[in-house]
């Protein structure tokens, strides 16, 4: 059994990191599509999927390899190796280590040409311009701008601040690259060993145990497919929700980020609401760092005609997150009419309205185990068996996400 990733798919549907098992560890692979629940417990009821570990090692045998792209980046590089000791036949017992570690490097979007970064589909049937700043790109009211714009709060002409005017942008050429990656940086470390000792009557003591080290990277645009964190493209308002412990999902709306009538940007002599993508703050992005660690004990043998097996396992699994770029609005606003930031001169933005966000995440899994299996006949088409068992496992899942997010004063704006 492997403990559930401590981050839910969607918020609701749990899964398990199987490159949690070093794979020089493995020695072969079952899958069972018939139901087992009667071995393996309730949630075999369709199938079950077995990754065996080497019973036994002896020796040492060690990998290396490494490689980059013919652009020098997602440089990959991996290590493993494997070293054993004791016959479990002559000593008695047998023990082995097993690690695995991997490094890839990240690979730019700007590093790259052609589809893995082409925005601009116009050249096509029916296509369009979605770089971030092109009119109608992600259908958005107002462009992107990293440059930045005021809308005129009587309806007329916008103001545009230095590095864009209304011609070049209804002619795209106030448009910009997403900053994105193809390929996220990632690291892990993945190290287990096995000791396995033999007992009277054939009987036989394992333990397990391991750790398992993750680390990872997102940079993306938001979950609208806005570039950096966007804040007033749209005239109607930042919307985010608040959820979590003693919460009632809501919506928590927001004035758009907006000038004072005091700023000297500000032509209109009236408070203007203000298009601009922050580009001092870059994309939002996520770190994440997760380790696993897993400790077994397995009890074998055979008693009065049937094969028996116990086990007793504690696993626990603990994910960092770091959430970089998002905007607090209340902050932002309040730095736009003091003039603490200048939009397209400020460089000061993370600083004053963007604080990094951290949240810690668990899932436990504690299990006992006992079942066993006995041969009754044989008959034509094969064994006929019988299989027995009894099962107790606990789960416990804790999934928060920092204060400013839950509360909705920060995250993605909409």
Not at 281 to 308: C, I, M, S
Not at 332 to 349: C, E, H, I, K, R
């Amino acid at each position: 059994r492997m403990v559930a990733y401590p981050l839910s798919d969607d918020g609701q549907r749990s899964f398990v990191d199987i490159s949690a098992i070093p794979f020089n560890a493995v020695d072969t692979i079952e899958v069972l599509k018939d139901g087992a629940s009667a071995i393996y417990g309730a949630d075999a009821i369709a199938g079950v999927v077995n990754v065996k570990l080497k019973k036994t090692y002896v020796g040492s045998a060690f990998t290396a390899e490494a490689g980059t792209s013919q652009h020098s980046d997602g440089t990959t590089e991996h290590v493993a190796g494997i070293m054993g000791w004791g016959d479990l036949a002559n000593d008695g017992y047998n023990m082995y280590v097993a690690v695995d570690w991997h490094h890839t490097d990240k690979i730019l979007a700007s590093n790259r040409s052609g589809a893995f970064t082409n925005l601009d589909w116009r050249g096509l049937p029916g296509g369009n311009n979605t770089n971030p700043g092109a009119v109608g790109a992600a259908n958005l009211t107002y462009p992107d701008s990293v440059t930045g714009y005021l809308i005129n709060p009587t309806g007329g002409a916008n103001a545009f601040l230095p590095g864009c005017t209304q011609a070049l942008q209804t002619a795209d050429k106030c448009t910009f690259q997403f900053p994105g990656l193809i390929q996220a940086p990632s690291e892990q470390t993945n190290v287990l060993s096995k000791f396995t000792k033999s007992l009277a009557n054939d009987w036989s003591l394992t333990v397990t145990g391991s750790l398992f080290d993750s680390i990872g990277e997102q940079v993306a645009a938001t979950s609208f497919d806005h570039a950096f964190s966007n804040t007033g493209e749209n005239a109607g308002s930042l919307v985010n929700i608040a959820y979590g412990p003693g919460l009632v999902p809501k919506l928590v709306v927001y004035p758009v980020l907006s000038l004072p009538a005091s700023s000297p940007l500000n032509p209109f002599g009236a408070k203007a609401n203000l298009v601009y993508s922050f580009p001092d703050l870059g994309p939002v992005q996520t770190n994440v760092e997760t380790t696993t660690y897993r400790l077994f004990a397995d009890l074998k043998g055979n008693a009065a005609g049937w094969d028996l097996d116990a086990s007793l396992g504690l696993m626990y699994a603990l994910m960092h997150t770091n959430v970089f770029g998002e905007i607090n609005p209340v902050l932002a606003q309040a730095a736009l009419n003091d003039g603490a930031y200048v939009p397209g001169f400020s460089t000061n933005g993370a600083s004053l309205f963007a604080p990094s966000g951290g949240a810690s995440n668990s899932s436990t899994l504690d299990v006992i185990d006992f079942h066993g299996s006995h041969e009754l006949a044989q008959l034509a088409g094969g064994p006929l068996g019988i299989a027995a068992g009894v099962q107790y496992f606990h789960k416990a899942q804790n999934q928060t996400a920092p204060p400013a997010f839950a509360s909705g004063v920060q995250g993605d704006g909409g």
